[in-house]
């Protein structure tokens, strides 16, 4: 049964993630916020510091409160790794609901999350718990689920991408590769020499080649569609825009059929995912400040490849709009509630 009104508190409210969050909620028409926490901003009203909220959002920053999270329905943590497992023990014993848009409760290998995350986990045993926010694949468990593990920006277009070929059996599990594209955002609100304007403009790089830590949450999802373990290839990128994620999917395919039928068949009844027409090309602006994820399927001439072109916002779908669809299932409320902006153009 739907909530009437939701309570919600939002942990780390200063970051691009955390304002993204802000903005969507605040126009959510089932949701009232009712604490945003800062520790370095606490006392300054959120909308001196984020101006597009001045109207919208009246609240301040706060020092955070066990006991004025307690009372929320449900806590976004729209922090840094390693914050939210900290706190997510006395809130899930208050039964509150918790949201985690960064990546402790991801893996289910908690050896292998300290390997990536070069960090101790505070509650291993919540892990086995937590919820895996990938509606597309997860939507019966996340209705149910009390910590939601948000999915990584990049492992939501690649999985999305892949998913159809995975789960129809027919994509060789054994040579997966995602090209991958994001914009700066992506690195977080913080002051970092290559993201700086003369650094990351007119330039384009790859970084994290021989390892990057959504490597085994994309792995660990793939396997799962798959049903066996995969091996993939994923390289991302850093390109000169300030949203925007972009893969491009290979996999060999054992099998003639129509790829965009199958893709469309798929994804008929997912209200955030749109698969474009045969021979398109989807681009990152066609998806900026909305949640969709826009997908195209290739099969180059010659080849025996399939290959998928998906876009995402690392903010939107990537991030806090798809905490807010998973807020909205696990409160029985209509998946698309407050999620229905259309992308921003130009």
Not at 296 to 307: F, Q, T, V
Request: hydrophobic content about 45%; overall charge neutral.
């Amino acid at each position: 049964m739907a909530t009437a009104t939701i309570k919600a508190g939002i942990v780390g409210g200063t970051g691009y993630t955390g304002v993204e969050l802000l903005r969507l909620l605040a126009q959510h028409p089932r949701v009232e916020m009712t604490v945003i926490t800062s520790r370095s901003e606490a006392g300054m009203p959120v909308a001196d510091m984020f101006p597009n909220l001045r109207g919208r959002v009246g609240l301040k920053f706060t020092e955070p409160s066990r006991d004025a999270l307690s009372a929320c329905d449900v806590v976004f943590f729209a922090t840094p790794n390693g914050v939210a497992m900290n706190e997510a023990r006395a809130l899930y014993d208050a039964g509150v609901r918790l949201i985690d848009i960064a990546a402790d409760f991801r893996i289910k290998d908690v050896a292998l999350w300290e390997r990536w995350y070069k960090m101790k986990h505070a509650c291993p045993d919540l892990v086995r718990d937590a919820v895996y926010g990938l509606p597309e694949v997860n939507r019966n468990a996340i209705r149910e689920a009390r910590i939601l593990a948000n999915p990584g920006c990049y492992p939501t277009a690649v999985q999305l991408g892949f998913l159809p070929l995975l789960e129809a059996g027919i994509a060789d599990a054994e040579y997966l590769i995602a090209d991958c594209k994001s914009g700066v955002s992506g690195a977080g609100r913080k002051a970092e020499v290559h993201t700086l304007l003369a650094e990351a403009s007119d330039n384009f790089k790859a970084y994290g080649v021989t390892g990057h830590r959504h490597t085994p949450e994309i792995a660990q999802g793939l396997s799962a569609m798959a049903g066996r373990p995969v091996k993939l290839i994923f390289t991302p990128h850093l390109t000169p825009m300030i949203r925007g994620i972009h893969a491009t999917l290979y996999a060999r395919v054992s099998d003639a059929r129509d790829l965009h039928a199958l893709y469309e068949a798929r994804y008929a009844s997912e209200p955030f995912v749109d698969v474009l027409p045969p021979g398109s090309h989807p681009d990152t602006r066609s998806v900026r400040g909305s949640n969709v994820c826009r997908i195209a399927i290739h099969r180059p001439e010659g080849s025996d490849a399939a290959l998928v072109l998906s876009v995402i916002d690392n903010l939107v779908k990537g991030a806090s709009g798809q905490a807010v669809q998973n807020m909205n299932i696990m409160f029985g409320l209509p998946e698309t509630m407050g999620l229905e902006q259309i992308a921003l153009l130009p």
